[in-house]
C-alpha cells in the first residue's frame, strides 16, 4: 500500500497530553483501539440527522459488502452510542457521522473527528457533507455543489474566534473532488448544479424566510436580497454548516466537498410543501451520489486494491 | 382559571399563511390539534441532548403523575419524531424538547416551538434551559444560573442576522425566574452560583481550549484570557447556547433562564475528567432542580388549582 498523506493537526498542546478524551464520541485516543478500527478510513461522510447517516451506513454497506468482505453490524453498531450526541458508523473506508445543524454542532464534531483520525494514522481522507438545503433559483430536487462558502453576512470566508479575538478562514471547496462529484451525478442522470453557497446560523430570519416567530422585513425585501444573491455572488443555495466544513477542512489540509438536496426553490416561496416522498427521493438521491462516487474511487483507485478481498 | 398572557409571534405575514408546517417537529398548526395537546402548557424546558430530555420527562411523570392524572405514555411518546429532528414530550403542564448543540440547532427549535405555542393559544408561559457547562472559577457540580448571555466576542447582547443585516438584542435572563430557581436551589442544598455565560460557536478555539483539532494560543494566553473574563465580566461558565436562549424568548416577552451544571472548572483544565458517575449525578442535580421548580409552582399558583384533578 502506498504511503499517503496522513490526517494532521494543528496544535502543539495535544502531543502533551497523555491520553485524550473525545468527550462528544465517548472514545478514548489510547484506549479505544482507534489505530486498528479506524487506520483504513478514506472517506469521511457527514450530515445533519442520525436518520440520514444511520440510511447512508446500511447503502454503504449493501454497496461494498463484497469488496471489503463486511459484516452487516458495521452499519447497525453506532461507535458514538456511549456519548450520546452523535451517531457514527465505520463502514468499510467510509466513517460516516453526523453533525447535527447548524456550525457550532458540526464544529465539535469536526474537531472531535480529525483528531479520530489523526490519532488513527489514516491517510488520504476525503471529506462530504452530504445534506439538504433549500434552492435559490434551481428546482427542488436539484443536488447543489458548494464552490465557495458564504457567512449569514454574504461573506466569502468564514470568521473564527479564539479566545475572543477572530479570524477568517478560506472557504473554498476542493475543485478535484467537486468535478469528480459533478461527473458522477451527470452519470446518474440527477440534476446537478454548482454554485455558492450561504450557510446561516438560523433557518428563519438568516435565510430571509418570512415564516419565523419573528419577522422585520417584506415579501419585497426578501425578493430583491435572493436576486442579488444569485446575481451577484452565484449564490445556489441556503444551508447551514458549508462554509465552516469548507474552512475547517482545509486548515486540515483535508480535500472536502459540500453536495445538498434542494428540498425547495426558495424564489417560489419559504414553507417546504414538497410531498414527503419526494423529498425523500432527493435525499436519496445524494446518499447514491456519494456512495456511486466511492465506488468508481474503489474501482479505479489502486490504493485499495489490496485491501480488497482476494488481493 | 385566569386569563393569560398568550404566547405571542412578532411576524405579519404568519397570518397569510393558510397551514404553517413546523418542518422539523414535523407538526402542522392546523392538523396537529396542537390547542388541544398544548394549549396547558406552562414550562418548556430544553436541553442539549435527547438522552437528558427524555429522562427529564421521565422525572417529570414521577413527580406529576398522580396531581395531573397523566398516563405514562406521555413520557415515552416523542412529539417530534416523525421529523427526526428533536425528541419533544408533554408531561402535564410540561413541554420539554432537545435542542441539540449550538446556537443555530436552538434557533430553529425556539422559532419552531415558540409558533407551536402561538398556534396552541398557550399562556403564562417560562422557558428554562437545562444544561451542562464548563465553569470558570467555579467547581465542577455547581449549578451556574445565567445573569446575562455574553458572545464569544465577549459582547453582551446576541447578534442576529436578517436578510444579511444584523441588529443586536438584550441577553439578560428575567431575574424573577433566577431568583426562584436560586431558591429552590439552596432549599435543595446544591451549590449553586450566579453569574454571566459565554455561549459559544465552537467547543474547543472559541472556549480557549488546548486541546482541539487547531490551537492559535499558549496556556498563559488562556488562563490571562480566563481571568479577564471572570474580573472585567462576572463570567462563571461557558457553554453554546445562552445569548440565543436568552435573547430570542426576551424578543418574544417570555420569562427565561439558563440553569447549567459545571462539568469541570476550566481554570484546572480543558479535558472532561470528571468520572462518569459524578458527571451524571451533576446533570441530575440540574433536572432536579427544574422539576422540584415546577412541583413548587404547581403547589403555590392557583392557576394550576383547576387542572388538577378534583378541582
Redesign the interface.
Known sequence: MREGNFVQ??????ST?DE??L??FGLHSKHSNLEEKFGDVKFVFMG?????ITKFAAMAYAALKNDFNLDESCAQDNIAASA??YVMYKVGPILTLNH??????L??A??EV??LL?YARASDVEFIRIGTCGGVGVAAGTICVTRRGYT???EPYQP?????K??NYNTDSDPSLCLKLVESAQKMDLPVRVGNTVG???????Q?R????????S?V??MN?LEELRRDHSIINFE?EAPLFLS?TR??NIPAAVICAAMLNRLNGD???TPKDKMYEFIDNVLKLGIQYVKDRVAQDDQFTFEKIGN
Open positions: 493537526v494543528s496544535n502543539p498542546h495535544l497530553i485524550d478524551f468527550y462528544h445533519g440527522s442520525e436518520g440520514r450520546g450526541r447535527g445543524m447548524g456550525m457550532a454542532s464544529s465539535i469536526l474537531h480529525v483528531k489523526h449569514q453576512r454574504i473564527v474566534t479564539a479566545c475572543g477572530t479570524t446561516t446560523d438560523d433557518f428563519y430570519e438568516a430571509g418570512l415564516d419565523g416567530t419573528f419577522c422585520t422585513i415579501e425585501d426578501k436580497w447551514m475547517f486548515r486540515a414553507q417546504i410543501t
